[in-house]
């Protein structure tokens, strides 16, 4: 099940474990929530969310962002804030951030296999 990212504050919906707290079972895919239902972190509506970017994990130098879940990929880059495809992780620039939920490179760990 696909998993969603709330594009205001970085709060990842994963469906495995759902929002009990808010009356939401695990195993909940997100399209089933009400329409009604609230970010849990910062009580925006639910068309505020987007799915989370999935990439092919069995290509190397994959890093994924401990805050939210993203992996930054080099074959695909970050075209939308200027990285093109190639990019390896060491080389973006220092200033450069997760681009769903904005954390910085320190908060990135290389994907294992």
């Known amino acids: 099940m696909k998993k969603y990212i709330c594009e205001v504050c970085g ?6 474990l ?3 707290e808010h009356g939401i079972a695990p ?7 009400p329409e ?10 639910k068309d505020q969310f987007s799915a989370v970017k999935e990439h092919d994990t069995a290509d190397k ?8 879940g993203y992996v930054y990929d080099p074959a695909v880059g970050d075209p939308e804030h200027g990285i093109e495809k190639g990019v390896e992780f060491a080389d973006l620039p ?5 681009p769903p939920c904005g954390a910085t490179k320190d908060h ?3 994907m294992k296999f």
């Open 61 to 68: 130098g994959l890093y994924v962002c401990e805050v939210c």
């Open 108 to 110: 990135f760990s290389k």
């Open 11 to 16: 709060y990842v919906y994963d469906p495995k």
């Open 18 to 20: 759902g929002d009990p």
């Open 27 to 33: 195993g909940t895919p997100f399209e089933e929530i």
């Open 36 to 45: 009604e239902w609230l970010c849990p972190a910062c009580a925006v509506n």
């Open 94 to 98: 220092e200033d450069w951030t997760c």
